[in-house]
């Protein structure tokens, strides 16, 4: 129970800085969100205004910014915009978007399902193909298989996303025509599943390759433990020890990796999302940051650092589960 | 406190193996060191003392990449920018060895002149990023206590902030130029390096020689620069090597989301703009694609390789 005390305030640590440094980003990156209200009018210096005579097109710009920040908020003190924001964050009130007023909350949930449906299906086709091969590899270690796995996977590691996605597109869009190269949220559940399917492999495809070589390392370290050995003294089957005995504690590397991963592809997915026109967190993000939209921007931070943070937690909590010793080391200490 | 693991969030989905080794270990030794039984002995594939023909084989194609991206203006290749060289979407031709593109340039041009752009990036990015980061790492192993705790705290923090967002928005803010693309690149490599740096410090600053330097009255300055630097940087270097293969994924990445590198040619750049001709003149995509993959794969396996060839267990001394 410490423990997880004190990773929830450690997360809660972590939020409030995380979000005071977006804060202040957007604030000291040049060219707020007044730019895209008032576009060659905005007057970014605004001391240039106090100037004697200055001529009227400069005028007009400083009395528009004036009242345009008046009205965002823009002009009051960085540190009060800041608390005023975190204290409307607590009670989850994001603000509304600087582009159309709508609340940053609603956005977030209407595009938060996308992307964790896709981050599912990436996941679930990484086990699908990590787990058995490298069961397989490990079992064989060394042998054709063990160095074929071994190849294919670092060559898969090298090729970056966009450049898979796009041989997807290619192969299965449009040689084969199999699935659809974009995908339609308002279609029905059985075609957006196929509709996900190619930014999943996309994905996937990578992430199931470098589960394949962690479990791979840890279940050969596991399987010249003495307690596979006394299985197998004990006439168990090889199967039975793969799975049942060796399996469960050769996951520690994987499971940390794939809860890394949860974490990142919320909300990080913005090229495939982008490339597969998914309405997804990650393009929200992307959007805004171009609209400089800061209001969904720091709202959609908040979100994907306290799920990235979050799954951490979990994850630690599942290594107790995984390995009675860690179990004892922390109700120890 | 308990650590998070590190990750290499730089390359969306894809980050590289070396850098999990580390957030396994650091994870591992966080929950089980304390436990009785420890961790069981590292048992990787043989270690392999040689580093082989294949990773001479990267080596060559890394050498002659970055020899003919040098060399790129003096050699008798056409102008990357030409328009209508040859006509549009030719395949591979005796004149045009890998085809040409919808304005009849030249594709084998602009993947060598994308290549100079690609490498200067990842270079840059990751020199900047080892010059800070590991100096900061280096700093935090050997001093320890407030100074190695504010560090890592920071460490920490940008290491939790989404990398690609980051990058995104820092490039979108100030420019496209490519040096402030090197800028935001290299920012985001800082974290990552002095994780590294930090561990590997950690590890050397403990051994018997740094004992024996400061029995022997050496100075601070000197056990870190001459004791345990020689020995950090290695395997620093080589992780450096996959740190470049990540930064030009990167850099890609950025051009795909139309943040590329105003007025001049990158790998990302080139297959961005390949994609829309997929059907009729997939080579236009497929052509800098190669390029960028083989390289990447050579910058990943000459660096695995060398890691390991540097990764010195106790256990053979």
């Given at each position: 129970m410490r423990f997880v005390l004190r990773r929830l305030t450690n997360l809660v640590v972590v939020l409030v800085v995380v979000s005071f440094l977006t804060f202040l980003l957007m604030n000291l990156l040049p060219g707020g969100p007044e730019v895209n209200y008032l576009g060659p009018l905005y007057v970014s210096d605004l001391s240039r205004c106090e100037a004697g005579d200055i001529d009227p097109q400069l005028a007009e710009g400083c009395t528009q910014t004036i009242r345009l920040r008046e009205t965002l908020g823009l002009d009051q003190p960085f540190l009060e915009r800041y608390g005023r924001w975190l204290g409307n964050a607590a009670t989850g009130d994001l603000g509304d978007s600087y582009k159309n007023g709508v609340p940053v909350m609603d956005t977030i949930t209407e595009s938060l399902p996308t992307s964790l449906w896709l981050m599912l299906y990436a996941q679930v086709i990484a086990f699908t193909l990590a787990i058995p091969v490298a069961i397989y590899s490990a079992y064989r270690a060394g042998r054709w298989f063990d160095r074929g796995a071994t190849t294919v996977s670092f060559g898969v590691i090298a090729v970056p996303v966009f450049i898979l996605a796009i041989l997807f597109i290619f192969l299965f869009g449009v040689k084969l025509g199999w699935f659809?190269?974009?995908?339609?949220p308002t279609a029905?559940?059985?075609e957006r599943i196929k509709g996900m399917f190619l930014p999943a492999l996309t994905l996937g495809l990578g992430l199931g390759a470098v589960y394949a070589r962690l479990l791979r390392t840890d279940l050969v370290a596991t399987l010249q433990e003495d307690f596979i050995l006394m299985a197998r003294a004990k006439g168990m089957s090889t199967r039975h020890i793969l799975l049942r005995h060796a399996l469960r504690p050769s996951t520690f590397s994987l499971i940390t990796v794939a809860g890394i991963q949860v974490g990142a592809l919320i909300g990080g997915a913005l090229v495939?999302?982008?490339?597969?026109?998914?309405?997804?967190?990650?393009?929200v993000v992307t959007e805004s940051v171009f609209r400089r939209d800061y209001q969904v921007v720091q709202g959609a931070i908040l979100v994907i650092t306290s799920a990235y943070v979050m799954v951490n937690i979990v994850v630690d909590l599942i290594y107790g589960y995984l390995d009675p010793r860690v179990r004892h080391a922390r109700a120890a200490g | 406190m308990p650590e998070r693991p590190a990750d290499s969030a730089l390359s969306e989905g894809l980050p590289d193996a070396a850098v999990f080794h580390e957030a396994q270990a650091e994870v591992y030794a966080d929950a089980v060191v304390a436990a009785p039984g420890g961790v069981a002995g590292e048992v990787d594939d043989v270690v392999k003392r040689r580093l082989g023909p294949a990773f001479w084989v990267a080596v060559g194609w890394l050498v002659l990449v970055t020899a003919v991206a040098a060399l790129a203006p003096v050699l008798p290749i056409e102008e990357p920018e030409r328009i209508g060289v040859g006509g549009r979407y030719e395949g591979f031709t005796g004149d045009h060895w890998l085809g040409t593109d919808k304005l009849g340039r030249d594709v084998f041009a602009r993947t060598v002149f994308g290549a100079r752009v690609s490498l200067v990036?990842?270079?840059a990015a990751v020199a900047g990023g080892l010059v800070v980061g590991g100096l900061l790492g280096l700093l935090a192993g050997y001093r320890r206590g407030w100074f190695e705790r504010v560090v890592m705290g920071f460490a920490?923090?940008?290491?939790?902030f989404p990398a690609v967002i980051l990058a995104l928005a820092i490039v979108t803010f100030l420019g496209h130029d490519m040096w402030k693309i090197v800028l935001a690149l290299g920012i985001l490599s800082i974290a990552p390096i002095t994780r590294l740096a930090r561990a590997n410090t950690l590890q050397w600053s403990q051994r018997e020689f740094v004992l024996a330097a400061r029995t022997l009255g050496a100075k601070d300055r000197r056990i870190l620069f001459r004791e345990v630097l020689p020995n950090v940087l290695m395997p620093m270097a080589s992780?450096?090597?996959?740190?470049?293969?990540?930064v030009i994924v990167a850099e890609g990445t950025l051009a795909f989301l139309n943040v590329g590198i105003e007025n001049s040619i990158s790998w990302g750049k080139l297959v961005l703009e390949g994609k829309d001709s997929l059907e009729q003149a997939p080579h236009v995509?497929?052509?800098?694609?190669?390029?960028?993959?083989?390289?990447?794969?050579?910058?990943n396996f000459a660096g695995d390789r060398l890691r390991a060839h540097f990764d010195v267990k106790e256990g053979l001394l």
């Open positions: 659809p190269t974009i995908y339609d029905s559940v059985g495939v999302e982008r490339i597969f026109s998914m309405p997804g967190l990650g393009s | 990036v990842g270079f920490d923090v940008l290491l939790s992780l450096a090597l996959i740190g470049v293969a990540i995509a497929f052509v800098p694609s190669a390029a960028m993959f083989f390289t990447v794969l050579a910058l």
